[in-house]
């Protein structure tokens, strides 16, 4: 009997899903607050000057103070690193679909890549402006410069790794090299393509800033660049944290766009 | 004369140094006959695969068939492997329809009389069991319903010999066995030839009308054995003596090539 009273009285209470609270969904809010906290404990512990580490609540202010000029040079950032990085999918895309095109093509290319991927893109820059002054198309061709090569990769290797069997399959029925590659080369190497958008993007960022500190009147990076040589440490610090997040919403953006394009390649690898 | 006729065949990968993988090797292959190759691993099977579809041309010997000499790939041919390498982008029915936008004769064909192709994949999908799949997603299947599939891809630009290189390697025991009579029924009911490559004997006894027996490599035929068992067969037949005194000798005699290796 008693097991029925109970059974009865779990059923007169009703779960409530409205009070419920979803950790995981919440969990990015609350660890980046619990991060800033912490930031701003341990700054007033340790009573560090402002100019050497500055409290989140004063680089907030700063974000106030200034933000006609950090919103203005926010957007040049933005600007700059997204055109780069649409010329760097194009011409990963096309660069890539080229490599993994041929064994020799790509045999012969890619030591190349690998080499020039090496460069340091901050060594180009002085070389990029001689060619095309200070400004914005530095700081561009240098997101562009730094963030195809994992565009490049990621389409090749899709394309390279094209299963045997299916392609002695097509060739079997008649098929030529143009019809392996559109009918499952591309498609294929699609997951890859879409999955090194999410990497490109965060290093056309760094493309970009690291231009535009060396070689631009304007953007996240020279306005970074002046505020430091003024000991204006908290607008260095909100520099920073614009940066943060044009990166976090592009990534997020990227990773959307992946989701959207080949959800199949998702759900595939999770069913096996 | 045979469909698929291979006389005196070298083939040697890797230039003139390279591995010979099949030499001097003869098989004669008539139409509507159901062949069996079974043989110790590395036995040459696959190259005898990629000789008879045209994807390798050999230095020595010559491949004929349908009466035309094997100089590039012949699109006659149907081929299904142990993987089923079915495209997770496309449906069943889509990577079932494949085919169709590769062969020559179909490809300008496809978009206009759709609904045709699409109805015959239908039809197909029926006769492996499948009906009612093609719109799912090949990973949304099991191993032995993607086989299935691969089956019916293979069969749908309606070729007149069939090559299956180990397909049913990879599947259990009862599945192996219901995609036998799947087999042995399309067999039955389409006008095709089949080359089934294996190393399961019970398989090759089972289904196939002559046993090819080949030597370790340089591969070669060394016993060509006709199976006498009437057909329609049922898998019962598995546990008469004769079927079993059959799998036995063919054991004995890849025990032999292996031993010679």
Same mark, same amino acid.
């Given at each position: 009997?008693?097991?029925?009273?109970?059974?009865?009285?779990? =059923?007169?209470?009703?779960?409530?899903?409205?009070?419920?609270? /979803?950790?995981? %969904?919440?969990?990015?809010?609350?660890?980046?607050?619990?991060?800033?906290?912490?930031?701003?404990?341990?700054?007033?512990?340790?009573?560090?000057?402002?100019?050497?580490?500055?409290?989140?609540? %004063? *680089?907030?202010?700063?974000?106030?103070?200034?933000?006609?000029?950090?919103?203005?040079?926010?957007?040049?950032?933005?600007?700059?690193?997204?055109?780069?990085?649409?010329? !760097?999918? #194009?011409? &990963?895309?096309?660069?890539?679909?080229?490599?993994?095109?041929?064994?020799?093509?790509?045999?012969?290319?890619?030591?190349?890549?690998?080499?020039?991927?090496?460069?340091?893109?901050?060594?180009?820059?002085?070389?990029?402006?001689?060619?095309?002054?200070?400004?914005? *198309?530095?700081?561009?061709?240098? #997101?562009? @410069?730094?963030?195809?090569?994992?565009?490049?990769?990621? *389409?090749?290797?899709?394309? =390279?790794?094209?299963?045997?069997?299916?392609?002695?399959?097509? %060739? #079997?029925?008649? =098929?030529?090299?143009?019809?392996? $590659?559109?009918?499952?080369?591309?498609?294929?190497? $699609?997951?890859?393509?879409?999955?090194?958008?999410?990497? !490109?993007?965060? @290093?056309?960022?760094?493309?970009?800033? *690291?231009?535009?500190?060396? #070689?631009? /009147? /304007?953007?996240?990076?020279?306005?970074?660049?002046? !505020?430091?040589?003024?000991?204006?440490?908290?607008?260095?610090?909100?520099?920073?944290?614009?940066?943060?997040?044009? &990166?976090?919403?592009?990534?997020?953006? $990227? =990773?959307?766009?992946?989701? %959207?394009?080949?959800?199949?390649?998702?759900?595939?690898? $999770?069913?096996? | 004369?045979?469909?698929?006729?291979?006389?005196?065949?070298?083939?040697?990968?890797?230039?003139?140094?390279?591995?010979?993988?099949?030499?001097?090797? +003869?098989?004669?292959?008539?139409?509507?006959?159901?062949?069996?190759?079974?043989?110790?691993?590395?036995?040459?099977?696959?190259?005898?695969?990629?000789?008879?579809?045209?994807?390798?041309?050999?230095?020595?010997?010559?491949?004929?068939?349908?009466?035309?000499?094997?100089?590039?790939?012949?699109?006659?041919?149907?081929?299904?492997?142990?993987?089923?390498?079915?495209?997770?982008?496309?449906?069943?029915?889509?990577?079932?329809?494949?085919?169709?936008?590769?062969?020559?004769?179909?490809?300008?064909?496809?978009?206009?009389?759709?609904?045709?192709?699409?109805?015959?994949?239908?039809?197909?999908?029926?006769?492996?069991?499948?009906?009612?799949?093609?719109?799912?997603?090949?990973?949304?299947?099991?191993?032995?319903?993607?086989?299935?599939?691969?089956?019916?891809?293979?069969?749908?630009?309606?070729?007149?010999?069939?090559?299956?290189?180990?397909?049913?390697?990879?599947?259990?025991?009862?599945?192996?066995?219901?995609?036998?009579?799947?087999?042995? +029924?399309?067999?039955?009911?389409?006008?095709?030839?089949?080359?089934?490559?294996?190393?399961?004997?019970?398989?090759?006894?089972?289904?196939?009308?002559?046993?090819?027996?080949?030597?370790?490599?340089?591969?070669?035929?060394?016993?060509?054995?006709?199976?006498?068992?009437?057909?329609?067969?049922?898998?019962?037949?598995?546990?008469?003596?004769?079927?079993?005194?059959?799998?036995?000798?063919?054991?004995?005699?890849?025990?032999?090539?292996?031993?010679?290796?």
């Amino acid at each position: 009997m008693s097991v029925i009273t109970e059974n009865t009285a779990v =059923a007169g209470t009703p779960p409530k899903p409205a009070f419920r609270i /979803n950790w995981i %969904r919440l969990a990015p809010v609350l660890y980046t607050i619990g991060l800033f906290v912490i930031w701003e404990i341990g700054v007033r512990i340790s009573g560090l000057p402002h100019t050497i580490l500055p409290t989140p609540t %004063r *680089v907030f202010q700063a974000i106030a103070q200034y933000w006609s000029p950090i919103w203005k040079n926010s957007l040049q950032t933005l600007y700059t690193t997204v055109l780069g990085f649409l010329i !760097a999918v #194009a011409a &990963g895309l096309g660069i890539g679909l080229f490599i993994g095109w041929s064994k020799s093509i790509y045999a012969g290319l890619y030591p190349i890549m690998v080499g020039f991927n090496a460069i340091p893109k901050v060594a180009l820059v002085p070389i990029l402006v001689i060619w095309f002054g200070i400004g914005t *198309v530095p700081a561009v061709l240098t #997101a562009f @410069l730094i963030s195809f090569f994992p565009i490049v990769v990621n *389409v090749a290797t899709g394309l =390279a790794t094209i299963e045997p069997e299916t392609e002695d399959v097509l %060739r #079997a029925l008649g =098929a030529k090299k143009l019809d392996i $590659m559109l009918k499952v080369g591309i498609p294929r190497s $699609m997951p890859y393509f879409f999955g090194s958008l999410k990497v !490109a993007i965060t @290093l056309a960022f760094v493309g970009s800033v *690291v231009s535009e500190t060396v #070689a631009s /009147n /304007n953007g996240l990076g020279n306005m970074m660049a002046s !505020a430091q040589s003024n000991f204006n440490v908290p607008l260095v610090f909100a520099g920073l944290i614009m940066l943060a997040i044009e &990166g976090i919403a592009m990534y997020a953006l $990227m =990773a959307w766009i992946e989701k %959207r394009m080949t959800g199949w390649a998702h759900r595939s690898t $999770m069913s096996q | 004369m045979p469909l698929v006729s291979i006389s005196n065949v070298d083939m040697r990968y890797g230039g003139p140094q390279g591995t010979l993988a099949v030499s001097g090797l +003869d098989m004669a292959i008539e139409r509507g006959e159901f062949v069996a190759v079974v043989g110790p691993s590395g036995c040459g099977k696959s190259t005898l695969m990629k000789l008879v579809t045209g994807l390798h041309i050999p230095q020595a010997g010559v491949v004929t068939v349908a009466g035309d000499r094997v100089t590039k790939p012949v699109s006659i041919v149907g081929m299904a492997f142990q993987n089923p390498t079915m495209l997770p982008w496309r449906t069943t029915l889509d990577n079932i329809l494949l085919p169709l936008e590769i062969v020559e004769r179909h490809r300008h064909r496809l978009r206009a009389n759709k609904k045709e192709y699409v109805a015959k994949a239908e039809a197909l999908l029926e006769t492996v069991g499948l009906k009612g799949f093609g719109d799912k997603f090949p990973w949304q299947l099991s191993g032995g319903m993607q086989q299935r599939a691969n089956l019916c891809r293979a069969l749908i630009h309606e070729p007149e010999l069939l090559m299956l290189d180990e397909p049913f390697g990879a599947l259990d025991a009862f599945t192996r066995e219901e995609l036998w009579c799947v087999i042995r +029924d399309l067999h039955a009911s389409q006008d095709v030839t089949i080359v089934l490559v294996t190393h399961d004997l019970r398989e090759s006894v089972f289904l196939a009308d002559t046993v090819y027996v080949m030597s370790a490599r340089p591969g070669r035929v060394v016993a060509e054995h006709r199976v006498p068992f009437a057909r329609p067969r049922d898998l019962s037949i598995m546990y008469e003596p004769a079927f079993n005194e059959m799998v036995q000798k063919l054991h004995g005699e890849i025990a032999t090539a292996r031993a010679v290796a």
